[in-house]
């Protein structure tokens, strides 16, 4: 039954991440903002549902220290995995959309994040001041999404015409851009929970210890909702939804996820973390720098590093 749990999750992945980027496209359109913002809110907070769950659940449990690694590697598998993968199905034309604001935020919230750590064990303050930063990123959005429909209205008023954006229905029923976010929200953590739990099976049949586990099996599955949303994206050509799920996402785990996880108990910060697994999350970011500052395409050879990279630390992690 766990290898059908790990096929029927897979399966449940895939369509709601298709449902999310629909739903996500279209409710940019329909409000005239960015793709990019709803993707860098409502698609990253949705992917990020498994991450909360877990890390929520594991400090209940009695387990904090999962917590933290769940977050820590599926930041990692974010940047490697999440965008390794899709760009070796099709090259995202990452040169086109400017995540410039949301990259410095991100690192931003990776360098707060560690400084938390330095001072750990994170606890009810931490988690406190990481929802103030997470709230500062929301109203940056917000602000963001103002802004550009104010532009689009005056673009609109001089006859000029915005160019066609893949995906996107303008005759989209409002419900049914509703029922797609829906289904994507619902689908992402089940599939999710599904897949993670049968694969902790096998892990565990084939004797691989639980923090292994934590670091591999629970990172990747709760980054799986992020990889599905990706792929799809990417096969869509959206590559304003690829970065900005990834981006979103990451800011998201660090901030809300870890505030609202230091919110419920203290989370102790094992020194491994800083020996190692802190400083893979933060290579990782730092290799987004081409991408996004240097106005370079997601093509396959950066899929092929980007996935051996991943590969390799994985391996590093199980030897």
Sequence with gaps: ????????GLVILLLAGDALVKGAVNLALRVGI?????????????????????SVNSILD????????????????NVLLVLGVPALLATMHTSECDTRSSYFQMLAATGLFIVLCWFGPLNWVSGIILLIALAAMLSHAAWSSLQHRAEAKAAEAAGED???????????????????????????????DLLVDGARNIAR??????????LTVVAIGTSLPELATTVMAALRKQADVAIGNVIGSNMFN?????????????????PGFFRFDLWVMVGASLL?????????????TWGVCLSALYAAYILFLLV
């Design 34 to 54: 960015p793709a990019l913002i709803v993707s860098l809110t409502i698609v990253a907070f949705g992917t990020s549902a498994p991450e909360l769950l877990v």
């Design 288 to 300: 987004l720098i081409p991408l996004v500052l240097m106005g370079r395409d997601l093509t396959r």
């Design 254 to 270: 660090l901030l809300g996820i870890m505030g609202v996880a230091s919110l419920v108990g203290n989370i102790p910060v094992d």
């Design 205 to 214: 049949e084939f004797g691989v210890s639980d923090a292994v586990i934590g």
């Design 1 to 8: 039954m766990d290898w059908v749990y790990v096929a029927l």
């Design 62 to 77: 009695g387990a904090p220290g999962l917590a933290l690694g769940n977050v820590v590697g599926s930041n990692t598998a």
């Design 162 to 192: 915005d160019d066609d954006v893949e995906g996107a229905d303008p005759s989209l029923a409002g419900w049914k851009i509703a029922v797609y976010l829906l289904l994507g929200m619902i689908g992402l953590p089940l599939g999710a």
